[in-house]
């Protein structure tokens, strides 16, 4: 069914600009995951040393805190349906830098660990998922599409800005002190931005009671359709294969041969050439419908990763390989809300989004877990198996839901909706 019809969040005030959204999100999607995610691997060893805890129980932090983001996503997504996203984001950011500030001054495992967990609850509130609903709300459908690729394409460049950034200053002021600055960088940025940009938003269809039953009705109506599971499993498998190649893809051209530095300016390339999926993926839309063009993109990262060990030794061959796996990197955060808005409209959209994302952002966790476990007892050479099952068994999903029919629009307006 056609998004074109359904009520959403939109700016009561007619001088707002969503122009100034958009804008606003793509600087605090920047920052945000800057901060929040991208940094913590630069903090891991100065932090592991100093708390005289090694980096496993370190990094298990920042499971923990995308395990929290996992189970706090269809809370979230319901708070979008009901009231909106300025109070939840304007929070969160708060939320958000009060986190680092606090990180800042940990001092055992058990206030890092606490820390992360209000980490994951401020990214489950500031991150994508509310992001994306935002644009959904406040932005006609055929404005969404440049909207969603403007905001993802900067917030791409997070760990290109932030990486180097925090390095730079735990070489001048320490890892404690650099996280100082980066919480008062987040604070200063995200919380005047989402407190100004999004203070005319609300949910509109909360006024009236028959479009909150449509909402409910569009809901239960996608929970029910064989289809949803099917694109929910092609995303947590794309997912986990995502994460287990950006955590051990490093480790596994060390493996091939490779010197550190040399493997991670090749690991490089994955978010380089993700803003250029994201790209062709925005131009592919003329011709082709989202879930086709993921489907197929899928495909070429398996190939990727599949003959990654045959042309991995020459730093042509693992060149080409990454580069065609990372354009596949952006694709799911512009596929995921198209193929959603496509066969479900914007009623309801927080809500469902938040219950696909639920198993998503939890085999983003466990996915890297498992490699590990595949590394230590078999080797780094068969860690890529999985990730290329994964990418062609996610195609397939992705594939068959597309024949799966997606529920009539009277199932989900109700009579005479």
């Known amino acids: 069914m056609s998004a074109q019809h359904e009520p959403s969040v939109i700016a009561d005030d ?3 600009s969503r122009s100034l959204v958009v804008a606003a999100l793509a600087i605090t999607q920047t920052v945000g995951y800057g901060v929040l995610y991208y940094v913590f691997g630069v903090f891991l060893g100065p932090m592991s040393a100093d708390l005289r805890i090694s980096t496993a129980t370190s990094a298990g932090a920042l499971t923990l805190a995308i395990l929290v983001s996992c189970v706090m996503s269809v ?3 319901r708070w979008l349906d009901k009231r909106g996203a300025h109070l939840m984001m304007t929070t969160g950011s708060l939320l958000g830098s009060a986190a680092v500030l606090a990180w800042s001054q940990v001092q055992n495992v058990v206030q890092l660990y606490a820390v992360f967990v209000l980490i994951g609850i401020a990214s489950a509130m500031v991150l994508y998922g509310p992001a994306i609903a935002v644009l959904v709300a406040v932005l006609e459908p055929k404005r969404r599409t440049n909207a969603l690729l403007v905001v993802t394409l900067v917030a791409g460049l997070a760990s290109t800005i932030f990486i180097p950034l ?3 200053l735990i070489r001048a002021h320490g890892w404690r002190h650099a996280l100082l600055i980066l919480g008062l960088v987040h604070n200063l940025v995200t919380v005047p931005l989402h407190a100004l940009a999004l203070r005319h938003t609300r949910p509109s269809h909360s006024r009236s009671a028959s479009d909150r039953a449509d909402r409910s009705r569009a809901i239960r109506a996608a929970l029910r359709d064989g289809g949803f599971w099917l694109i929910t499993t092609g995303f947590v498998l794309h997912s986990g294969a995502l994460a287990i190649v950006s955590v051990h893809l490093v480790l596994f051209l060390v493996d091939l041969g490779y010197k550190p530095a040399v493997a991670a300016g090749l690991t490089g390339l994955l978010g380089l050439y993700s803003v250029t999926g994201r790209i062709v993926t ?5 011709w082709l419908d989202m879930s086709t063009i993921a489907a197929r993109t899928f495909l070429i990262q398996c190939f990727a990763i599949g003959i990654l060990p045959l042309l991995g030794r020459h730093p042509l061959g693992a060149a080409l390989c990454i580069v065609l796996f990372g354009l596949g990197f952006g694709v799911s955060t512009l596929a995921t809300p198209a193929i ?6 914007a009623s309801g959209y927080g809500t469902i989004s938040g219950a696909l994302a639920t198993p998503v952002l939890a085999a983003r966790a466990i996915g890297p877990l ?9 080797g780094y050479r068969y860690t890529m198996i ?3 099952l994964a990418c062609v068994a996610a195609s397939l999903c992705l594939t068959f839901s597309r024949h799966v029919p997606a529920p009539q629009r009277e199932a989900i307006k109700g009579p005479g909706g």
């Open 75 to 77: 809370p979230v997504g």
């Open 166 to 168: 925090a390095g730079q």
């Open 282 to 286: 925005s131009v592919l839309q003329r």
């Open 370 to 378: 498992g490699a590990a476990i595949v590394a230590t007892t078999a």
């Open 386 to 388: 999985p990730v290329a």
């Open 14 to 16: 007619p001088r707002s």
């Open 340 to 345: 959603l808005l496509e066969r479900y409209g």
